[in-house]
């Protein structure tokens, strides 16, 4: 390792890979490697990752697209509840592994030698955990300005890969980079940076007060192997940190985000002085350190997926598996939110009665076709609101699939709640909201079943897997388990396997809503909304839409 630690120039060298979360409680006694506890384990970390430098806490994120059938970065908007979490499988009992400073070396020198990672593939990765991280807790709408500090080693070195990132996820990085390292890897770092034209501060360049300027910190100083005291300037910039109120302060800004370990911190034994950083979130990389036990930030993360079984058995590691296709994963619990405090502070362009459309058709069309062209998730999604007779309302999602002058068109199952209360009151509302657009439609009107040769015609484009499960769902009805709908789905699959043409069920197919009512809401500042409402009304005994403003 010291031959290694030698070609690498001192440069803190670690080890990447899975890191794996849990809820100790304050009671229960831990062994140095494995934590064996009574505990409720909330297991997040996952196995295979870089390697290069070991345990670390990884965060990551991704705004969460609201209902639309394209891609869309529809994020939900609370700045400290953003998007999804995602959260691997929880571990009823059981250990979850932290390494030491030794272990983590170790690991590093496998993962780099017989193993064959090399120290820039193991940074990229690392550095792309960390800004997928920080992008799903903190959204770039309210939390661009970023200012990342790199340190002279490796850990410096994921603060410049995860810059870069941050930049193309939207954010606005600035680096503060004081001891360049003059090798071929980190100088193209900074080249492929200034290629970008993010912007480099000199300590000096700071703001004395780094909250006046940036909304996020991104502590990228020191890693798992750095030894003693921080020296000049880290030690100033670690204190300033520090400095910014406690966690937990809901007026603090900036948030602050550490790399492996939070700098200052003992790799082991955690913020023996009380001078370390305190960190909002924690990346943990490879695993997490034997520190990461003290960390009480409300944001801990394992990010990579490069840890091979070889690793996994040698060193006896428990850790979590990463869902889905994530780089990253939580470890833990999520943090509780106090949900009066969750709000937003709409932007937008005012929505005025001289710039809209004289009919409302054409003005859902426009609003909609900029939600397509803005790339929202399925912004043909809308809530559908139902009555029964006796007035008992429900509400459900379900798809636009037609709008014109005639009304708007959804299909669905004849016999479900929904048809039921259509059949005894054909009235309904629909509601689409997009989100990231600050912008929602409403829409009134009297509900008719479209004619069986629209419905036919639909059914039959859809996807064949879509028109059995049409064909085999009683919908809304009771089912004893899902391998009773499975197995239906299978047999009837079988049925029509050699191409036959599958018939429309009677129980299924269109309604149109024909519009009487319709409301346009922009989100503006302050909670002065604009509503902009267009309603039918007879002129010279023709029906014609008048438009009226309603207060917020």
């Known amino acids: 390792m010291q031959s290694l630690r030698a070609k690498m120039r001192g440069m803190s060298v670690c080890c990447r890979g899975f890191s794996i979360g849990l809820l100790i409680p304050s009671s229960a006694s831990v062994d140095a490697k494995n934590t064996t506890a009574t505990v409720s384990i909330v297991a997040v970390a996952s196995a295979p990752f870089s390697a290069y430098r070991v345990a670390s806490i990884n965060t990551y994120h991704f705004t969460i697209p609201f209902f639309c059938s394209r891609v869309y970065r529809s994020v939900p908007r609370f700045s400290s509840l953003r998007r999804r979490f995602t959260v691997g499988e929880v571990m009823s009992e059981g250990t979850i592994s932290y390494l030491s400073q030794k272990e983590a070396a170790e690991i590093d020198e496998l993962l780099m030698g017989p193993l064959g990672f090399s120290v820039d593939q193991l940074m990229e990765l690392a550095g792309l955990s960390v800004a997928a991280s920080i992008a799903q807790v903190y959204a770039s709408s309210d939390h661009a300005r970023v200012l990342v500090i790199c340190g002279p080693g490796n850990n410096g070195g994921d603060g410049l890969v995860c810059a870069r990132h941050l930049h193309h996820f939207g954010y606005k990085p600035f680096v503060c980079y004081p001891k360049r390292t003059a090798k071929p890897l980190y100088t193209g770092l900074v080249t492929q940076l200034e290629a970008l034209s993010v912007k480099f501060l000199s300590v000096g360049d700071l703001p004395r007060n780094l909250s006046d300027e940036f909304d996020l910190i991104v502590d990228a100083m020191f890693g798992f192997s ?327």
């Open 226 to 552: 750095f030894h003693g005291i921080p020296r000049p300037p880290f030690d100033d910039l670690i204190q300033r940190i520090s400095s910014l109120n406690g966690i937990g302060n809901k007026t603090r800004s900036p948030s602050v985000i550490s790399v492996d370990i939070p700098s200052g911190w003992h790799v082991e034994e955690g913020d023996v002085s009380g001078e370390g950083i305190k960190s909002d979130m924690l990346v943990s990389l490879t695993a997490p350190k034997l520190c990461a036990r003290k960390f009480v930030g409300p944001h801990h993360f394992l990010g990579g997926r490069f840890v091979p079984p070889f690793i996994l058995d040698k060193f006896s590691l428990k850790l979590p598996h990463y869902p889905g296709t994530d780089m990253c994963v939580r470890i833990g619990e999520s943090p509780t939110v106090d949900i009066s405090a969750m709000r937003e502070n709409y932007v937008s362009p005012e929505l005025l009665e001289d710039q809209v459309m004289a009919d409302p058709t054409d003005q859902f069309c426009k609003w909609f076709n900029e939600a397509v062209t803005a790339g929202l998730r399925e912004p043909n999604a809308m809530f559908l609101s139902t009555s029964s007779m006796d007035g008992k309302t429900s509400s459900r999602m379900v798809l636009l699939k037609g709008v014109d002058k005639e009304g708007f068109v959804w299909y669905t199952n004849y016999q479900s709640r929904k048809a039921q209360d259509l059949s005894a009151n054909p009235f309904a509302a629909l509601l689409f909201y997009w989100n990231s657009l600050n912008r929602q439609v409403r829409v009134e009107g009297n509900v008719e079943k479209v004619s069986v040769e629209e419905s036919d015609a639909y059914f039959h484009s859809r996807p064949h897997g879509s028109q059995l499960g049409a064909v085999v769902s009683n919908q809304s009805a009771p089912v004893s388990g899902r391998d009773v709908l499975v197995a239906a789905y299978r047999e009837l699959e079988a049925k029509y396997d050699n191409g036959t043409v599958i018939p429309r069920p009677e129980h299924w197919g269109g309604y149109r809503l024909k519009p009487i009512l319709f409301e346009f809401w922009q989100g503006q500042p302050s909670r002065l909304h604009d509503r902009l409402q267009y309603s039918l009304r007879e002129v010279d005994g023709k029906q014609s839409w008048h438009i009226s403003r309603l207060a917020p």
